[in-house]
């Protein structure tokens, strides 16, 4: 295995539409992890799940936001009716889960969104 | 709730010399575990290192160690004998009842030369 991978890496869309993003998590973690980073600022959390279940949302995860982890394994994050202000970088991570010695989190590459 | 600071947007380090980076941190619960990573211009986070708040040593994996001073709520990180490739963003980050992360605003090194 070799880590969590995230795809496209790059998206460049037109304002007004849906993208959806994917991330393979670390096959034995049983959480996953979405954040979103902007410019010169640290991640932030968006939501996470525990196997299949969606267990936090942050508030930042508007209504046009929605993450699916089916199965447990990959999970994906949409976005619809895209807007200018949710240009940055996508972050998926991924973890064992809770408990000591388990919550480090292994993130993948990203995907950089780019709204026009 | 949890807050992470970083109070060096930027710092410049001649190579092979140590480093030092802040990072302050908030939190009411009494189990927590504090991060550092990594963010080449590539954009991976990588991680380097993480303390729990009940172990009694500060971390340490090779060249990096983490100044650990519950007192003070600070988890500075330490680069020893600095390398060109240890430019990046580094960021500091907490997570409380082993859930998601809160990450402070990073501070970006340059390794001189």
């Known amino acids: 295995d070799t880590g969590v991978s995230q795809d496209p890496r790059h998206k460049i869309t037109k304002r007004g539409q849906n993208v959806t993003f994917r991330c393979d998590p670390i096959s034995e973690h049983n959480r996953l992890y979405w954040y979103r980073q902007t410019l010169g600022q640290g991640p932030e959390f968006l939501t996470y799940?525990?196997?299949?279940?969606?267990?936090?949302k942050s508030r930042l995860l508007s209504d046009r936001f929605s993450a699916e982890r089916p199965k447990g394994s990959f999970s994906t994050l949409e976005i619809q009716r895209t807007e200018q202000g949710d240009s940055a970088m996508y972050l998926c991570a991924s973890s064992r889960g809770p408990g000591r010695g388990n919550t480090e989190a292994f993130f993948g590459q990203g995907t950089r969104l780019t709204v026009v | 709730a949890q807050k992470i600071t970083q109070t060096q947007p930027g710092m410049f380090v001649q190579e092979k010399e140590a480093v030092t980076l802040d990072c302050t941190y908030d939190?009411?619960?009494?189990?927590?575990?504090l991060f550092w990573y990594k963010q080449p211009s590539s954009g991976e986070m990588i991680f380097l290192i993480y303390?729990?708040?009940?172990?009694?040593q500060n971390a340490t994996e090779g060249r990096y160690s983490l100044n650990f001073q519950k007192a003070r709520k600070s988890a500075n990180l330490v680069i020893s004998a600095s390398q060109l490739g240890d430019s990046a963003m580094y960021f500091c980050?907490?997570?409380?009842?082993?859930?998601?992360?809160?990450f402070g605003g990073g501070t970006r090194v340059l390794v001189k030369p």
């Open positions: 980050a907490m997570d409380a009842a082993g859930n998601k992360l809160t």
């Open positions: 939190t009411s619960d009494p189990s927590y575990g």
């Open positions: 799940f525990q196997n299949e279940a969606q267990l936090e």
């Open positions: 303390q729990g708040s009940y172990d009694q």
